[in-house]
């Protein structure tokens, strides 16, 4: 960067550090640039190819979405792979670049044939990844890639091809060096673009983004923008509702050496270790190849323009982005408040919202945990630690809980069990357990807790004894556990709520057999203090500290215990109505019901077990399934020690034709 820069015009201090809430969506990175394959300026490959690796330290930086950059159509085929590896991190755009203005020239129509073919195959993916029409644009500094004539012919093919399919998407735009030719071109499509667009890397004069925005077009800055005192006075004068944030990586580096950099990067949190190409190592970025876990400074140093706060910046760009609302592909499922009403159930009904080809449904929420959402629960392994969050089953043989049988171990020696056998066993052991699904942890089934009025569980099935004693899973008309099975159990991104630690930090009242309700807002103020993002498909998990009361054998706990008054989460609608809108797969907790016992009466009196709200909520209208007594101190300790509170999750109940409840056989990996 220069170092003539004039500085004199502009804030001297540099912002605060950011929060730790921060988000960034960096709306341009060029995954396909032959630094990412490990080539550099002198054509020498130095290392394997490494974008996933950079995708990475993004994440670890706050930057959750990355647009891809697409320049010709060979990219596209690269960056969709990319997008499908890292489902919630990547998107991507289709379009030729300026500097490929040629290739369509001489492809003409057939190549105009195929690009559009590529953006119509994309849109109809089963999960869509991209998120913009591009990059076109004009470049007149590259002249010698495509003539000014052959880029503007290019441009315009492009743009006719993009109004004629109104494409719901926006453009991702590019203009160097030729800004007057730029706005000539663009200007009388704008009224006929469905979503408007962004000018990517933009540097000019402060007169040409007010230009560029009053058409309306938004623009993103990076790197780049910070090399003359003009373009500075332009990034300081940008309207934060037309702006918007990227790394331009493998290019654009914030130069160290720069005084703009110097100045308003002062507060920056540390980037991951460098080392040089040649000593390359996967988990270290390369010196002088940018990465999108950069992000946070860019945003810095348009806060010290602005002189405002990087989070006002960070949140306005994140906002403005055009890949910040991209996610799963959930949109066909209703809010809680537009569930279709169900004839004689009451609001909140979510039955035949997953059936489909007239088949019902069996398995409820777990429907939320679709190929994307798996696969970027993989993204949370990186430690190589996995942690039981299955509680003994012999835990509360301690207590005398009526109604539940407690566990019985029977160690069989196989000379003397198969004695009867017409060959010598050996010496050899085997075992039988008999125990009461309750009595530990657990899954509940869709079939476990019946809406009382009307006696039906899930999706209307009307259980009982007869109906669920079956011997095989394919005649098994009941939403019990064993259908899990046929679509490969759990295996999603978990999330703890700590709120016993957060309530003992925070000096918060609260004990695990006091009674206590956490509402939303006190799950919502957990989550914001652990820095946890909840995503559709979740798996949440609740800590009350309930089986460490038990494990401890403290005589006060145990006590209150058996006076039956269990905290857990406020059985109410609102509850209830935050847990469908975030779409959470599964909920569960180390606490004898999950909700808060005994429950509220809808008048405000106290209920006894058949009004326990969140069961009929959860299991009977949603098909939620709750979890009650799993382990989850170790899961703590390890979430406490990292300062990480996600977590890859897997969840295998045992194959029984018609089982109402079992061990989750669960395990955290991290």
Not at 74 to 99: M, W
Request: hydrophobic share 40%; proline share 6%.
């Amino acid at each position: 960067m220069s170092s003539t820069i004039d500085l004199s015009a502009f804030p001297t201090e540099a912002p605060a550090a950011p929060s730790a809430e921060i988000r960034y969506a960096d709306v341009a990175a060029t995954a396909t640039a032959k630094e990412f394959r490990g080539v550099y300026r002198d054509d020498k490959q130095y290392h394997e190819p490494d974008f996933i690796n950079t995708l990475d330290r993004a994440k670890d930086a706050g930057v959750s979405k990355v647009m891809l950059t697409g320049m010709s159509l060979s990219d596209v085929s690269y960056n969709d792979n990319i997008a499908k590896l890292r489902p919630a991190q990547a998107y991507y755009t289709i379009g030729v670049h300026p500097y490929h203005a040629s290739e369509l020239e001489q492809g003409g129509k057939s190549y105009l044939a195929e690009l559009e073919q590529k953006v119509k195959n994309a849109l109809t993916q089963d999960s869509p990844h991209i998120a913009a029409f591009g990059e076109l644009g004009l470049d007149y500094d590259k002249e010698e890639h495509a003539s000014k004539d052959v880029q503007k012919k290019a441009f315009t093919a492009q743009l006719d091809l993009f109004v004629k399919n109104q494409w719901d998407l926006p453009l991702f735009l590019h203009c160097r060096n030729a800004f007057d030719d730029f706005v000539e071109i663009i200007t009388p499509y704008m009224e006929k673009l469905p979503r408007g667009g962004l000018v990517h890397s933009f540097v000019g004069s402060a007169s040409q983004m007010e230009k560029l925005v009053s058409i309306g077009l938004g623009v993103s800055v990076n790197g780049f923008s910070f090399q003359t005192t003009e373009s500075l006075e332009m990034v300081s004068k940008i309207p934060l509702d037309a702006l918007q944030l990227e790394t331009d990586a493998p290019w654009g580096e914030l130069k160290s050496t720069s005084e703009v950099v110097k100045r308003y990067t002062a507060n920056a949190r540390p980037l991951p270790p460098s080392k040089k190409k040649d000593k390359w190592d996967a988990k270290c970025m390369v010196k002088e190849r940018n990465e999108s876990c950069t992000m946070e400074r860019v945003a810095l140093v348009v806060a010290g323009l602005k002189g405002v706060g990087v989070d006002e910046v960070a949140e306005a760009a994140w906002k403005n982005s055009v890949i910040s609302q991209m996610t799963f592909d959930l949109s066909s499922v209703p809010d809680y408040d537009d569930l279709p009403r169900v004839e004689g159930m009451p609001k909140g009904c979510a039955w035949g919202v997953f059936d489909q080809d007239g088949k019902k449904d069996m398995v409820g929420t777990l429907n939320f945990l679709t190929p994307d959402v798996v696969r970027n629960a993989a993204l949370e392994v990186k430690d190589g630690v996995s942690i039981s969050l299955n509680w003994p089953i012999n835990a509360m043989t301690k207590l005398n809980v009526p109604g539940r049988t407690a566990p019985e171990h029977k160690v069989l020696y196989i000379p003397e069990s198969m004695s009867e056998l017409p060959f010598e066993q050996g010496k050899s052991w085997d075992d039988e357990i008999s125990f009461n699904t309750q009595c530990s942890s657990q899954w509940d089934s869709l079939c476990h807790f019946q809406h009382q009025d009307s006696g039906l569980a899930y999706n209307g099935a009307n259980p009982d004894k007869k109906a669920l004693s079956v011997d095989s899973t394919e005649s098994n008309t009941m939403p019990t556990l064993d259908h899990w099975h046929s679509r490969g159990c759990i295996a999603g991104r978990g999330v703890l709520i700590d709120f016993a630690a957060y309530a003992e930090e925070k000096n918060i009242e609260f004990h695990p057999f006091d009674g206590n309700r956490i509402t939303v807002e006190d799950i919502e103020a957990c989550a914001a203090y652990q820095n946890v993002e909840f995503q559709p498909g979740d798996i949440l998990l609740i800590r009350t500290g309930a089986t460490d009361v038990v494990d401890k054998m403290d005589p006060v706990g145990l006590g209150k215990m058996m006076a039956a008054k269990l905290s857990g989460l406020h059985g109410s609608e609102e509850t209830a109505r935050w847990m469908w809108n975030k779409r959470f797969a599964a909920a569960a907790s180390d606490s004898n019901a999950f909700e808060a016992f005994p429950p509220l009466k809808p008048d405000g009196s106290i209920g006894g077990m058949k009004d326990l709200v969140l069961h009929v909520y959860c299991l009977s209208f949603f098909g939620m399934p709750i979890g009650e007594l799993w382990d989850l101190s170790k899961l703590a300790a390890y979430c406490k020690e990292k300062k990480r509170y996600s977590f890859m999750i897997t969840s295998t109940p045992l194959n029984q034709p018609g089982l109402i409840g079992s061990p989750p056989n669960a395990l955290a990996i991290f």
